[in-house]
């Protein structure tokens, strides 16, 4: 399928605080945006048409996702738009969040993975988070039973696709 999308910034004149979740910066200066995007199929029929409000950052320049619409964020304050303004990267925060809770099981250990999901998956924070810390005692379990009967599920998993 051949699709395209193009993007119109159509407002742009707000500014808001707010505490940044990826430089972490308190109380910064924000300039707000509303963007339609038209989505096209084959390049000419239009699909969707889909509506963002998106903040951007003045002390680091990221673009973020706010779940507050453009007409209502000036209301908020900084410290009620946490969690409500987040990375663009959403999708990947929460495959990175399962997968760590995947290696903690598969290999004896995923304690690399455990912190690179701490670093990435705080500012998001919510059910990512309890994968995270989830898949810690299951780490120590995974860690444990290597050492004791030197097993780890990974050998197996490679074993199984050997034997396709
Ligand atoms: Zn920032």
Redesign the pocket.
Known sequence: MVSAKQSKIVAMNKMVKIH?P??E?KN?QAKVQFAVTQKYLFYVIPLEQVRRTYVH?S??N?RLDSEVHYDEITKYTAEQLVGYIHPGYVITTGIYAVLTLISGAVFPAGFIFFLGGLAICKPRGGWRMVLIWLSLPIQLIATLIFIIYKYTLFVDIIRFFENL
Do not use: K, Y
Request: aromatic residues 0%; charged residues 0%.
């Open positions: 940044c990826v430089c910066a910064v950052c002390a680091c990221s």
